[in-house]
């Protein structure tokens, strides 16, 4: 029985949707817009100057994924034409361009409700709110209480919450309340007790994740560490996992993905840290998974660092990166697994502010020994890449989405 492996290339949309234009993204392209950067002779110290080098990105279909989405073929990068995977163009129905709404669609449950926000005011959280907050978590008090990149609030607020003991506390365009602490000073259980107060007070204003954002280090010198933890909502109704889950199959999560989903329907959970750590985690679970087994695996690198930083050549070296631990992994593959290469939502590095972008992600696919179509063309929902794997795993088809083969 074959198994399926699925990469989600956090943030690595392939060019707007045409709802975009709701959510201020109307022409908005991640990996297009990074192939131009890099087309353009743009410097960056951590790659060569020149165009995207992503061999095995490119003969399973990507850059032609970005084509069907965007109109356009990306800037710079050879076309191939004897690709060896299948590649599709997802459009998103979920009302949000956030993470949970992107992965709990790829695994069929699409996000149709509104997530509560936090208006862009300072202070942003209610009165009533902090003050539940500060009592029920015995705090002397929060710092932030703003829309804020994370990296930015700790420089600025870090020393002042190391001499103070209270939380930093900031949102983002996003359906998420966010806690930094520092982790010697403050305490990482102590930061994780106050994140889950926190998740409580979230139900009754539909707010979706709680994040706790531990940093380490002195005033010039903070860095956050791999030890971020996502509360999340539970998906309103169950999804591939949960189904895959009851019936006696594995699901190993690899990463944040067991945060995504609130712990439901994980039967093994494997954390790391940076994408070769990642990548590690993945190639072990390729080892041990037993036949019929789902491993999925999220890259939060290039959202985290690279697209929220709106740092081009860091993104690029990280997709240069990814594709040469890809054809690494795509070597150890059974004859019968599914590999699949997906987005969870866009994050375009050259667009204004430090947001999401609402766009198409790609939808990659492959075996050894090969699938019956390549070009799937575009898809009305992420909800089809769950269908395709759920008749892959040779289950009952899930409720919503369309197997792409």
């Not at 297009?32 to 990105?57: F, M, S, V, Y």
């Not at 009533?128 to 703003?146: D, M, R, T």
């Not at 999401?356 to 070009?375: K, M, W």
Request: aromatic share 8%; hydrophobic share 40%.
């Amino acid at each position: 029985m074959p198994r399926v492996i699925v990469l989600v290339m956090d943030s690595l949309g392939i060019g707007a949707t045409p709802d975009a234009n709701l959510f201020g993204d109307e022409g908005a392209n991640t990996f297009g817009h990074i192939a131009n950067w890099c087309a353009e002779g743009n410097q960056h110290p951590e790659r060569k100057t020149g165009c995207l080098d992503i061999p095995n990105l490119l003969k399973l279909g990507f850059a032609k994924a970005n084509q069907l989405a965007s109109g356009v073929y990306p800037a710079g990068i050879p076309v191939k034409e004897n690709i060896i995977g299948m590649y599709a163009a997802c459009k998103e129905i979920s009302s949000g361009k956030d993470t949970p709404s992107g992965h709990w669609e790829m695994m069929g449950v699409p996000v149709e409700f509104e997530w509560g926000y936090f208006p862009i005011t300072i202070p942003c959280f209610s009165e009533e709110l902090v003050s539940s907050f500060i009592e029920k978590a015995q705090l002397e008090g929060i710092l932030g209480n703003c829309h804020a990149s994370g990296t930015e609030i700790i420089e600025k607020l870090g020393m002042k919450h190391m001499h103070s003991d209270k939380p930093i506390c900031y949102t983002s365009s996003d359906s998420v309340f966010q806690i930094a602490a520092h982790e010697e000073t403050f305490g990482l259980d102590r930061l994780y007790e106050i994140c889950e107060i926190a998740r409580g007070l979230m139900d009754d204003i539909n707010v979706g994740r709680v994040i706790a954002r531990p940093f380490i280090g002195t005033n010039g010198n903070f860095k956050r560490t791999g030890n971020r933890r996502d509360y999340t909502t539970p998906p309103p109704a169950a999804t591939l996992l949960d189904k895959l889950s009851d019936l006696g199959r594995e699901v190993y999560s690899v990463g944040k993905i067991a945060d995504i989903f609130a712990h439901r329907g994980i039967s093994h959970k494997l954390k790391a840290n940076g994408h070769d750590a990642l990548f590690d985690a993945t190639l072990s679970a390729m080892n041990s998974a037993n036949d019929g087994s789902l491993i999925f695996t999220n890259f939060v690198e290039f959202d985290q660092s690279f697209g929220h930083r709106r740092d081009v050549g860091g993104y690029a070296a990280a997709i240069e990166s990814f594709d040469i631990r890809l054809g690494a992994l795509m070597q150890q593959l059974d004859s019968e697994d599914l590999m699949v290469l997906t987005a969870d939502h866009g994050c375009d590095p050259t667009w204004p502010g430090n947001d999401h972008t609402r766009e198409h992600v790609p939808f990659i696919a492959y075996s050894r020994e090969g699938l019956p179509i390549t070009n799937a063309g575009i898809r009305e929902s992420f909800c089809d890449i769950g269908q395709t794997i759920a008749k892959f795993l040779q289950i009952a088809p899930i409720e919503r989405g369309q197997s792409a083969f």
